[in-house]
Structure formats: C-alpha cells, structure tokens
C-alpha cells in the first residue's frame, strides 16, 4: 500500500515523499488505516519497523493546532522520547503543531514555559509525574494517548507511575499501545485503559536468514578485552554496538578502546543528557564507529545501518539477548551478533541458550594480539585520590596506587 492510498492531509502526503517514503510497512498498513478511524489499536512490533509514523501520522491528521495538549506520548527512556518528538516534529512542522518533549536530567523551567503553547508532549514518567505535581501541565484536552515500548515500562519499573498519569487524562480518549512483547503485564494495563483494542502482530523486523549469531568460548577472563579489539578492526566493516552489563564497565571499556585506536563513545543512564545525546548523535552520523553501551540502547533507539552488535556481557535472558541483537541485521541488510563468553557469563548463556528459536554456533578463537585494559576509570582515579589526600592527612605511611592489570598475563 502507497502513502498516496490513505485519506490523510495532503502535507502530510507530501512530507512522506520528502522523507523518502513510498510502501508502507507492515505495522503501518495494519495499524494507520484502524487508528484513522479511532480505534484504540495494540501493536507489537520492534524498534525500526516504523511504529512512529504509524501513530504519528493519523494523530497529525486529527488535531488541530492551539487548542491545547491534545497528545501525550509516553516512553521509557529519554532517548526515545527525542526520537519520537522528532518525527512527530518533521511531521507536523507545514501544519505549524508544536511537539515538545519533556524527560528529566535538564532544565525544567524551560519546559513549563513550552508546555504553555504545546499540542503535542513527548515525556517520561518521572518527569511528566514533577509537572503534575507542580500543577505546569494539563491533560484535560487530551485525546490521543500513546504509550510506548510498554514492556520496557514494566522492565524499568514505571507502570505505578503510568497508571498515576492516566488517571489525569481524560477517560473519553483514543488510547495507542505498541510493544516488543506482550506478555501477562502488558495485557492487564491493555483491559483496563484500552476499549475493545484491536491488536495487530507483525514479525521482528530482525531477519534470521541475515543475522549469524555466534559466540567465542573465552578461557581467559583478561583475554575478553583483546579479543573485543581484534574483531573490531579485523572483522567489523560497518557500524557496531558492544553490549556491556553496567555503567562503569560501560565507561571503562570505551576509554579502553579509544586507547588502542578504536573510534568509541559510550552512553548509559548514568550520564548527562547532553553527553548521552552527543554520543547517538555521533553514531548516527557516523562520527564514531563503536557505541558501548547498557541496555538502554537495546529498545527504543532506531540506530541504522549497525553491522554487528557485540555482547561483551551476556545478558541474564533470552528476552534481553533478542533485544539488543534487533539492532542489525534490518532492512534486507546483513549483520552479526557475537557474544564473548567467559567462566562468569555460563549462567546467563544458558539462560539465553534456552530460546529454541536462537541458533547460535560456536566460532573458532582467532589469533590475536594480547593488549593492556585498565581497569580502573577517570571517576575511579579521581576518587582514589580524594580517598589518598584523607589518608595522608592521618597518616604518610604509603603513597596510593594505580590499579590496572595486563591482559597477557
């Protein structure tokens, strides 16, 4: 089905052939048509199958500019709610609607300010939940929700926070659901804040026939690093993510490869706003080529063209696992899912092993160059000379120390 076939504003029409766009996807054929005519609509579908403009574009064609937030969309991370603000933006822009997002980690006083003109409002929980509070926001013109990757919500803990914002939108109200997965959760918060949904299932826009999963079986838990660094500049020609299982790993493994030449930036929630950003900015233009990250990349974010997806820590489940690797291997292209796997990792490998529908296979360990990986981070270093100053104040006994450890040992 063509763009040019749906009974949409002709500006809108013409922003999709701007944009590049010709067939719709799946997701949007089955969802567009039914939220045109103001069914609620549940979907699941992944990251990258074009659910944004499936519900942006029907939402566009149904409001009218300045009569308040008509729109609230809900997400789990910061990083999508810009992504999804944007679209709606690009969208919106020739019928002059005003999209904001509203996420925490910056500066609230210039939301409140924006939120008085807005149409449109892309949020988080948390800090959709400060402008209730604060009485800056108001959803009694409300009449299209949308809420997001909603088992991510349940993942990260939000649903008690959702359940409180939807009781400050109106009850007579088109409501939109998309998730990865739905499972026991999703399909409670589905019969009690949807009217007779229509759900529509379309298949991971991951192509099993493209992606080849292996893992390599490492003996030494020092040799994980160097084995990362060799795959990276011998067997990685495009853009790769490296999967790590918190923040400071995250952070310790990106310097360590700046220092042997590989072109990384890492994002977590542990960062700023704006230094998080930077680095999506960075991969999406192709400024970097590794982005290290937690698994607050693995849903939400529509990064192209990733070639290979590295799990540097396995993940605890095969749920997990399928997440982060739907970050290659889209639309009809190749792409690789590798998993490093040492003594610790056997746990969780299992776990993930015990997904009939994965079919990963074991890879032949290269030769490979041993390097040096420092353990410890900047914040790290900082803190242990804060640590060292006290000490010396009680006592001179012995200087501090610089922890690393060498990887051929």
């Known amino acids: 089905m063509k763009f040019e076939e749906l009974n949409i504003n002709t500006k809108l029409i013409d922003k999709t052939r701007e944009q590049g766009f010709e067939e719709l996807t799946t997701i949007q054929e089955k969802c567009l048509p039914?939220?045109?005519?103001?069914?609620?609509?549940?979907?699941?579908?992944?990251?990258?199958?074009?659910?944004?403009?499936?519900?942006?574009?029907?939402?566009?064609?149904?409001?009218?500019?300045?009569?308040?937030?008509?729109?609230?969309?809900?997400?789990?991370?910061?990083?999508?709610?810009?992504?999804?603000?944007?679209?709606?933006?690009?969208?919106?822009?020739?019928?002059?609607?005003?999209?904001?997002?509203?996420?925490?980690?910056?500066?609230?006083?210039?939301?409140?300010?924006?939120?008085?003109?807005?149409?449109?409002?892309?949020?988080?929980?948390?800090?959709?939940?400060?402008?209730?509070?604060?009485?800056?926001?108001?959803?009694?013109?409300?009449?299209f929700l949308v809420l997001d990757e909603m088992d991510k919500m349940f993942d990260m803990g939000f649903i008690k926070d959702v359940e409180k914002i939807i009781s400050y939108v109106p009850k007579k109200r088109q409501t939109l659901m998309f998730s990865a997965t739905i499972y026991s959760d999703v399909h409670r918060i589905m019969k009690r804040h949807l009217q007779n949904p229509l759900i529509v299932k379309t298949r991971s826009q991951v192509d099993t026939t493209k992606?080849?999963?292996?893992?390599?079986?490492?003996?030494?838990?020092?040799?994980?690093?160097?084995?990362?660094?060799?795959?990276?500049?011998?067997?990685?020609?495009?853009?790769?993510?490296?999967?790590?299982?918190?923040?400071?790993?995250?952070?310790?493994?990106?310097?360590?490869?700046?220092?042997?030449?590989?072109?990384?930036?890492?994002?977590?929630?542990?960062?700023?706003?704006?230094?998080?950003?930077?680095?999506?900015?960075?991969?999406?233009?192709?400024?970097?080529?590794?982005?290290?990250?937690?698994?607050?990349?693995?849903?939400?974010?529509?990064?192209?063209?990733?070639?290979?997806?590295?799990n540097y820590d396995v993940p605890p489940t095969a749920k997990e696992y399928i997440h982060r690797i739907g970050r290659t291997a889209r639309a009809g292209e190749n792409g690789d899912a590798v998993t490093l796997l040492t003594e610790r990792d056997h746990d969780n490998f299992r776990r993930v092993q015990g997904d009939d529908d994965l079919n990963m296979e074991k890879a032949d360990l290269p030769d490979f160059k041993k390097v040096t990986f420092f353990r410890q981070s900047t914040t790290d270093k900082r803190s242990s000379r804060r640590a060292s100053q006290r000490f010396s104040q009680r006592s001179s006994q012995r200087p501090s120390q610089r922890h690393y450890y060498h990887t051929s040992r």
């Open 211 to 310: 992606l080849k999963q292996v893992y390599y079986e490492i003996y030494q838990q020092n040799s994980k690093f160097s084995l990362l660094v060799h795959l990276l500049k011998n067997s990685t020609p495009g853009l790769a993510i490296v999967f790590c299982g918190t923040r400071r790993e995250s952070d310790i493994v990106a310097k360590n490869l700046k220092s042997q030449g590989v072109n990384a930036s890492a994002i977590h929630g542990g960062m700023s706003q704006h230094s998080r950003m930077t680095s999506l900015d960075e991969i999406k233009n192709q400024k970097i080529d590794v982005l290290v990250a937690t698994d607050v990349a693995a849903r939400g974010l529509d990064i192209k063209n990733v070639t290979h997806v590295y």
């Open 34 to 143: 039914e939220i045109l005519s103001g069914k609620d609509v549940v979907g699941q579908a992944e990251t990258g199958s074009g659910k944004t403009v499936a519900f942006c574009l029907p939402i566009l064609n149904n409001i009218t500019r300045g009569n308040g937030i008509q729109v609230l969309v809900l997400t789990p991370t910061r990083e999508l709610c810009v992504q999804v603000m944007d679209v709606f933006k690009e969208f919106g822009k020739q019928l002059k609607i005003k999209t904001i997002s509203v996420y925490g980690g910056v500066s609230i006083s210039n939301q409140i300010k924006n939120l008085r003109n807005a149409d449109i409002v892309c949020g988080t929980p948390g800090r959709i939940l400060d402008h209730l509070r604060r009485r800056t926001i108001d959803f009694r013109p409300v009449n």
